[in-house]
C-alpha cells in the first residue's frame, strides 16, 4: 500500500562536518565519515538528508521522522559541556530535517542529567515533532520522581517520546556482535519495566512513549513481570495498573524482524498501538517500509503506517 510515515530514522546535523574537523567534543574527520565515541558514523546516508528523502519514496511513504543517531547522545561528556553539545545538535538536526517539508524531526534530551533535559524541552519551539531519549542514565531510574516534571512538560507540549537504546555496557556481550543484537534490546526493555514498576503509566496517561525496536523484549516479560506483581514479589510497589495493562499504554515500533514477534506484539499491546519504523539507514534495519508487514492484511497496514502515526504524531 502506499502513504504512512517511518517514526524510527537518522539523520546528523548538518554541521558534523565542520565540528569534527575544529575537533569539537572529541569528535574527529574520516574519508567519508565522522568519528564520535568510537562510532564511525557515515556520512553518505544519513549526512545527507535528501537520501532520506529517496528512502521515503521509495518506500511510497509520505514522509518520516527523523532523530539524531545514538552515538550522538554522548553522556560521556562533562555535565558541564551538555547543554551547549544538545543545543548544537539539535539545531543541526532540525536544520537537516528542513531540507524537505516530508522530514519532521525530534529533538535529543539528556535524561542522564534530568534537570538538562527539562530545561532543554521547555526550550523547544513548535517546529519539533518530538522528542528522542537514550537508555545511558548512569545512577538515573525512568521510575525516578526527578523526571515527573518533564513527563508533565512533555504532555503539556505534546511531544511523544522515542526510546532509543544508547549503548550496552556489559562486557560479557562484547563477541559476536551481542551488545546490538542483545544489548541495546535489553536497554529498552529496562527503560520499560522502570516505568511500569514506577507506575509512570498511570501517573502520565496522555504521555506518548514509543519504544524502539518493538519494545526489546517487552512483549515475552511481560507475563512474568505480571506474576511478580500478583505474588507480591520483594520491591514492588503497588501500582496504579498492573503490568498486563500497563503495557498497553506504550507504543512499539514494528522493527522486529519477524512475523512471530509481530502477531505477538499485536496480541500484547493492540493494533493500535504499533508505529511503522525501520531504523534508515543502519544495517540493523530493515530494507523497506514493507518487511515487518508484508504479511499483515491492508486495513492493518494502513492503520500501522498511517492512522497510529497521524495520531501520535499529530502529522
Not at 559476536?176 to 520499560?192: I, K, Q, R
Request: overall charge negative; charged content about 25%; proline content about 8%.
Amino acid at each position: 500500500m502506499e502513504g504512512g510515515w517511518d517514526i524510527h530514522t537518522h539523520l546528523l546535523p548538518v554541521d558534523i562536518t565542520e565540528k569534527a574537523q575544529s575537533g569539537a567534543y572529541g569528535m574527529k574527520p574520516g574519508d567519508g565519515f565522522v568519528e564520535v565515541h568510537g562510532f564511525r558514523l557515515q556520512l553518505s546516508a544519513m549526512g545527507r538528508p535528501e537520501n532520506l528523502v529517496k528512502r521515503i519514496d521509495q518506500d511510497g511513504l509520505d514522509g518520516a521522522v527523523a532523530a539524531a543517531p545514538p552515538p550522538l547522545f554522548r553522556a560521556d561528556l562533562p555535565a558541564g559541556e551538555r547543554r551547549g553539545y544538545v543545543d548544537w545538535l539539535n539545531a543541526g538536526v532540525l536544520k537537516a530535517s528542513g531540507a524537505d517539508p516530508r522530514i519532521r524531526a525530534m529533538a535529543y534530551l539528556p535524561t542522564d542529567l534530568p534537570e538538562c533535559a527539562l530545561e532543554v524541552a521547555a526550550s523547544l519551539t513548535p517546529d519539533w515533532a518530538g522528542v528522542i531519549i537514550g537508555t545511558d542514565i548512569g545512577a538515573h531510574s525512568y521510575a525516578d520522581e526527578a523526571y515527573h516534571p518533564l513527563w508533565a512538560l512533555l504532555c503539556e507540549r505534546r511531544l511523544p517520546v522515542l526510546i532509543h537504546p544508547s549503548e550496552s555496557r556489559d562486557r560479557r556481550l562484547a563477541p559476536f556482535y551481542l551488545s546490538n543484537l542483545m544489548g541495546n534490546p535489553m536497554e529498552t526493555t529496562l527503560a520499560a519495566a522502570q516505568m511500569i514498576f514506577g507506575d509512570v503509566p498511570t501517573r502520565y496517561p496522555d504521555l506518548k512513549v514509543i519504544l524502539s525496536h518493538g519494545g526489546g523484549a517487552l512483549a515475552q516479560l511481560v507475563g512474568r513481570w505480571q506474576r511478580g506483581f500478583d505474588s507480591n514479589r520483594p520491591g514492588i510497589k503497588p501500582l496504579g495498573a498492573s503490568p498486563i495493562d500497563a503495557v498497553r499504554w506504550f507504543y512499539l515500533d514494528t522493527i522486529v524482524h519477524s512475523e512471530a514477534v509481530l502477531e505477538l506484539l499485536l496480541k500484547t499491546v493492540g493494533e493500535d498501538h504499533l508505529l511503522l519504523g525501520s531504523d534508515w539507514p543502519f544495517p540493523m534495519g530493515t530494507a523497506s517500509a514493507e518487511d515487518d508487514l508484508k504479511h499483515l492484511p491492508d486495513r492493518l497496514k494502513r492503520k500501522i503506517r498511517l492512522e497510529n502515526a497521524g495520531r501520535v504524531f499529530q502529522l
